[in-house]
C-alpha cells in the first residue's frame, strides 16, 4: 500500500494561487493512479482532478477547469494540485487518493488509500 502525505495547504485571498503536493512512499507509485478530492465543512468529499499512471490522461471536475492543474512525478513519487483564481468557496480539506490502475476515477468509493489531508482556506 503507497503511504500518502499532503502538502502546501494554507490561507490565500480569493483570486490568489496554491499548489499542493502529495508525497507517496513505497516503489509502486507508477503503478497507480492518483486523483485530488476536497471536502468542506459539513458537505461529501468531491472530485477535483485525476491522473492516470504516465500522466498523460488527465480530468477535472467542470468547477475547476481552466484553473487548477494536476500532475506528476514519477521520479519524485509525488503528484502535485495547482490550484489558481481561488474561491472562497474552495475552503476546504484536500486529499489526495490513489489506487491501483491504468485509469483514474471520479467516484470517491473506488479508493481505498487516503492521506490525511491539508487544508486550504481561502478568504474573500
Known amino acids: 500500500q503507497v503511504q500518502l502525505v499532503e502538502s502546501g495547504g494554507g490561507l490565500v485571498q480569493a483570486g490568489g494561487s496554491l499548489r499542493l503536493s502529495c508525497a507517496a512512499s513505497?516503489?509502486?507509485?507508477?503503478?497507480?493512479?492518483m486523483a485530488w478530492f476536497r471536502q468542506a465543512p459539513g458537505k461529501e468529499r468531491g472530485f477535483v482532478a485525476g491522473?492516470?499512471?504516465?500522466?498523460?490522461?488527465?480530468g477535472y471536475a467542470d468547477s475547476v477547469k481552466g484553473r487548477f492543474a494536476i500532475s506528476r512525478d514519477n521520479a519524485k513519487n509525488t503528484v502535485y494540485l495547482q490550484m489558481n483564481s481561488l474561491k472562497p468557496k474552495e475552503t476546504a480539506v484536500y486529499h489526495c487518493?490513489?489506487?491501483?490502475?491504468?485509469?483514474?476515477?471520479?467516484?470517491?468509493?473506488?479508493?481505498?488509500?487516503w492521506g490525511q489531508g491539508a487544508q486550504d482556506a481561502v478568504s474573500s
Open positions: 491522473i492516470s499512471r504516465s500522466g498523460l490522461s488527465r
Open positions: 487518493t490513489s489506487k491501483y490502475g491504468m485509469e483514474y476515477r471520479r467516484l470517491r468509493q473506488e479508493y481505498n488509500n
Open positions: 513505497g516503489r509502486t507509485f507508477s503503478g497507480v493512479v
